[in-house]
């Protein structure tokens, strides 16, 4: 059945589901009216159902194997990396090529749904691994149309299975739609109970799973109504990407707490993904922000915008700037390249040390080393080389090397080291098992003193918003003060980014940040057991794997 159309203007939404809605009816080919941010009170700054997939499971599950874990879930995980294009006929190859540039923000899957513009259907390829394993030309020629969304996964919730990867595909009454997450629902399990005992049949252990069930049972017409519905009985993080047979549609909830940008191509078609760097590579200009709470309608008719529940202050979170993003990436406004240069230069200014040379833990603390060097007038050399060739599996040495694990990815340069006072640029400590060998591989490459400088403050709290991080007992500095975490590691000092040093940086913009994971104080409270993902066997159905 055609979907009604979608002249967000004519629409006459019941009074219990109150919005405000702006509209543009310029072509698709003509660049949109952008619209007005919704104010704020004190500032003004495998699929649940594959159609038409040709790709049997033996082809993604691959053969049982140990995952790398040497950093033993020392860093936080990415969350998970989304993008959509409407109006270009190469629409899945593009989608493919930015979910490279997304690949940082998730390894364990990948897919894409486009829309075959012959016979309107939504035909999906999804696998586990990465996007070059998961996709060839081949797969691609099966997805043809101007219309396509894609995803990278890490899981945050549900286990890591073939079932799990998105985008996820469903048919309902009046049609078929396809849907790619960001983020994490704190209210998951409340509303997958209700529904179920309502009669709905779950084919993921997903958290995004819910959402397709809540827009199929309303009762609201046409679909983006549906939407709107859906998104307003959802607590947490989410930027939605969501294709139907003839619209994209983006959706980011009303915290902003994961990021969602706007861009568009030379030939008219607008693009939606996690981050700029997806737009950059795809040669599509950055227009703006999806903003918190901001539901944007992309079809035939052109742009339209309409927003969910506003909230006086977003919560985006702060470890996109610190961890996630790529530093060629704009997040939130901010250049990230400039935050990380920025939080060096803090730490050399508060913190600095007498010291010889400065190095950097590759990858993410490298633009940061650069700041603290810069500031220190100290030379920043490469200390450390970090492997890029480091495949998904390894064959375990029989007789057990110490920190093998971390040697495999990282070797020291002795030659940088030897004799040196070094300071060392990380981005985080998490658990501090990773640091401790790191700081031994450089004592043993002939480092006279090692001063761990650590670019953001304490991590004291659990993330129950998109990104997988330990539970709050094994964060070690929610156990141990500074000094004990300095003797925990083994180096000759250590220092952490201070937090109101990281906020008086933001500026005005401070307020609309989340730090939950360094105050433990949280702007959804988490109101459901949170189930960390499973580790072991993660990439392979549990049917396969024969687990429970």
């Not at 979608?6 to 310029?26: D, G, H, Q, V």
């Not at 995980?77 to 930015?98: M, N, Q």
């Not at 607008?270 to 795809?282: G, N, P, R």
């Amino acid at each position: 059945m055609a979907l009604a159309p979608s002249n967000i203007s004519s629409l006459s939404k019941p009074s219990s589901l109150p919005f405000n809605t702006s509209s543009s009816s310029s072509s698709i080919h003509n660049k949109p009216t952008l619209f007005t941010k919704p104010p704020l009170s004190n500032k003004t700054p495998p699929p649940l159902l594959c159609i038409n997939n040709n790709n049997p499971i033996s082809k993604f599950v691959p053969a049982y194997t140990t995952p790398i874990s040497d950093d033993n879930g020392e860093k936080p995980r990415e969350e998970c990396g989304v993008v959509g294009i409407y109006g270009d006929p190469e629409a899945s190859s593009l989608c493919y090529l930015a979910l490279h540039a997304l690949q940082h923000r998730g390894q364990e899957g990948s897919g894409i749904v486009a829309v075959n513009g012959h016979n309107n259907t939504l035909q999906c390829v999804t696998g586990v691994g990465l996007v070059s394993e998961v996709f060839n030309q081949s797969k691609l020629n099966h997805l043809p149309g101007s219309l396509a969304i894609g995803h990278v996964r890490y899981s945050t919730a549900g286990q890591s299975m073939l079932k799990n990867v998105q985008p996820f595909v469903a048919s309902y009454r009046f049609g078929s739609v396809g849907i790619a997450h960001n983020g994490n629902l704190v209210n998951y399990r409340t509303l997958r109970a209700k529904l179920e005992d309502n009669g709905s049949i779950f084919n993921t252990s997903s958290d995004t799973e819910v959402v397709l069930h809540l827009i199929a049972t309303s009762k609201h017409r046409p679909f983006i109504l549906r939407i709107v519905d859906a998104c307003e009985r959802l607590k947490g993080a989410y930027s939605f990407v969501f294709v139907t047979e003839d619209k994209l549609v983006a959706v980011r909830d009303p915290f902003g707490f994961r990021p969602l940008v706007m861009g568009r191509r030379s030939n008219g078609a607008v693009v939606f993904a996690s981050e700029t760097c997806a737009l950059d590579l795809i040669e599509a200009t950055y227009e703006r922000e999806v903003y918190p709470g901001e539901v944007i309608v992309v079809d035939k008719n052109g742009v339209q915008s309409l927003f969910l529940m506003s909230h006086p202050e977003p919560k985006q979170c702060i470890f996109e700037h610190i961890y996630f993003a790529l530093p060629n990436s704009v997040v939130f406004g901010r250049s990230v390249y400039e935050s990380r240069r920025r939080f060096g230069e803090i730490l050399a200014t508060e913190s600095g040390v007498e010291c010889d040379v400065v190095i950097a833990v590759p990858d993410s603390g490298v633009v940061a080393a650069l700041g603290y060097a810069e500031k220190a007038g100290v030379p920043f050399q490469q200390g450390l080389i970090r492997s890029h060739y480091v495949g998904r599996t390894f064959i375990e040495p029989s007789q057990r090397i110490r920190d093998f694990g971390v040697k495999l990815k990282l070797s020291p340069v002795r030659a940088v080291i030897e004799g040196k006072r070094v300071v060392v640029v990380d981005d985080s400590i998490v658990r501090g098992t990773t640091s401790s060998k790191i700081v031994r591989l450089i004592k043993e490459a002939g480092a006279k003193e090692v001063h761990m400088r650590i670019a953001c403050p304490p991590i004291i709290g659990s993330c129950y918003y998109g990104v997988d991080t330990p539970s709050s007992d094994e964060l070690i500095s929610n156990r141990m003060s500074v000094d004990e975490i300095r003797e925990f590691i083994g180096c000759d000092s250590l220092a952490f980014l201070p937090i109101d040093s990281l906020q008086k940086l933001l500026g005005y913009d401070s307020p609309n940040y989340c730090y939950a994971c360094f105050s433990g104080m949280y702007p959804v409270e988490p109101t459901e057991e949170v189930v960390k993902v499973k580790r072991v066997g993660d990439f392979v159905d549990d049917l396969l794997n024969k687990s429970k």
